[in-house]
């Protein structure tokens, strides 16, 4: 029963300048640690809405001795591409619901929580079949020209087994960590 946000979950410097965004129409005042997930340090949590999903809390780009503009300038980039992350929508992607900046360096992202593992668990020193190569294959590849189709595109920059989902029904995967993943600019 820990609150991982304040009563208040954004901060009102930064993420509320996007009220009109579809990431932001609702609050999420009180978020429920439920228990650990298996991905790195991402928790399975229940929102004051009983949403179930996953969150993965971030520690912004500031270093002591910044200016503040410098400091303000990464925290706000930092926060525009998680931002930007919550539109992505594709089957073969994680889901990003909602972010909350709860302190100013800090953004805790919420995800759908998939029930599924790694497909380096999955594999597990036991060859696939040819034909479960190929669908997999086909997945990511439709996954990444999503990305390299967006204006401008996303990089994920960390396509590897542990970064990939194979969902419990052992025929969807999705990608996930996007911690490394940068937007072209223009």
Same mark, same amino acid.
């Given at each position: 029963d820990t609150n991982i946000l304040p009563s208040s979950?954004? %901060?009102p410097d930064s993420l509320s300048k996007f009220p009109n965004s579809p990431v932001y129409r609702e609050s999420w005042d009180s978020v429920r640690f439920v228990v650990r #997930?298996?991905?790195?340090? @991402? +928790?399975?949590?229940?929102t004051d809405r009983g949403i179930r999903c996953a969150a993965k809390t971030l520690n912004l780009p500031v270093q002591l001795g910044d200016k503040k503009e410098t400091k303000t300038k990464n925290i706000d980039e930092a926060i525009k591409s998680e931002r930007n992350l919550c539109r992505l929508r594709h089957p073969n992607i994680v889901r990003f619901l909602h972010i909350a900046q709860p302190e100013p360096a800090t953004v805790v992202v919420f995800m759908e929580l998939l029930d599924g593992r790694s497909l380096e668990r999955f594999i597990d020193n036991k060859p696939l079949k040819e034909p479960k190569i190929r669908d997999f294959s086909e997945q990511i590849c439709r996954a990444l020209l999503y990305? %390299?189709?967006? +204006?401008?595109? #996303? @990089?994920h920059r960390d396509i590897n087994c542990s970064n990939i989902i194979v969902c419990a029904d052992n025929t969807r995967i999705k990608l996930i960590d996007f911690g490394l993943s940068i937007k072209l600019e223009q």
């Amino acid at each position: 029963d820990t609150n991982i946000l304040p009563s208040s979950s954004t %901060h009102p410097d930064s993420l509320s300048k996007f009220p009109n965004s579809p990431v932001y129409r609702e609050s999420w005042d009180s978020v429920r640690f439920v228990v650990r #997930v298996f991905f790195g340090d @991402i +928790q399975e949590v229940v929102t004051d809405r009983g949403i179930r999903c996953a969150a993965k809390t971030l520690n912004l780009p500031v270093q002591l001795g910044d200016k503040k503009e410098t400091k303000t300038k990464n925290i706000d980039e930092a926060i525009k591409s998680e931002r930007n992350l919550c539109r992505l929508r594709h089957p073969n992607i994680v889901r990003f619901l909602h972010i909350a900046q709860p302190e100013p360096a800090t953004v805790v992202v919420f995800m759908e929580l998939l029930d599924g593992r790694s497909l380096e668990r999955f594999i597990d020193n036991k060859p696939l079949k040819e034909p479960k190569i190929r669908d997999f294959s086909e997945q990511i590849c439709r996954a990444l020209l999503y990305l %390299h189709s967006r +204006q401008p595109p #996303v @990089i994920h920059r960390d396509i590897n087994c542990s970064n990939i989902i194979v969902c419990a029904d052992n025929t969807r995967i999705k990608l996930i960590d996007f911690g490394l993943s940068i937007k072209l600019e223009q």
